[in-house]
């Protein structure tokens, strides 16, 4: 079974930083792409970023060049460091995983519970 399991969420102020981990279980992490997700009440979903397993990265213009995206294979777990935060960034973060293993894909089938981020003075 499948299990991604965010944590790393709370609140901070503007400009403050956060690390986001999902840990993951249940098929071979290496192998797949995985994605950051946000999403504010109200309002779509936003693609944040993508790793695939060999390690290189694609972010949202929005979080380009604040947000740091990055995968440990062997311990099946993947991070979002968050610096330069607005309070714009608020939101639900959630992890997915791609579809298709290898490189990136737009086609996300599992998806984590969320962890809050709020960016609030």
């Known amino acids: 079974e499948v299990q991604l399991v965010e944590s790393g969420g709370g609140l901070v102020q503007p400009g403050g930083s956060l690390r986001l981990s999902c840990a993951a279980s249940?098929?071979?992490?290496?192998?797949?792409?995985m994605n950051w997700v946000r999403q504010v009440p109200g309002k779509g979903l936003e693609w944040v970023s993508a790793i695939n397993g060999g390690g290189n990265t694609v972010y949202a213009d929005s979080v380009k060049g604040r947000f740091t995206i990055s995968r440990d294979n062997a311990k099946n777990t993947l991070y979002l460091q968050m610096n330069s935060l607005k309070p714009e960034d608020t939101a639900v973060y959630t992890c997915a995983k791609s579809k298709i293993p290898g490189d990136y894909s737009v086609a996300l089938d599992y998806w984590g519970q969320g962890t809050q981020v709020t960016v609030s003075s």
């Open positions: 249940g098929f071979t992490f290496s192998s797949y792409a």
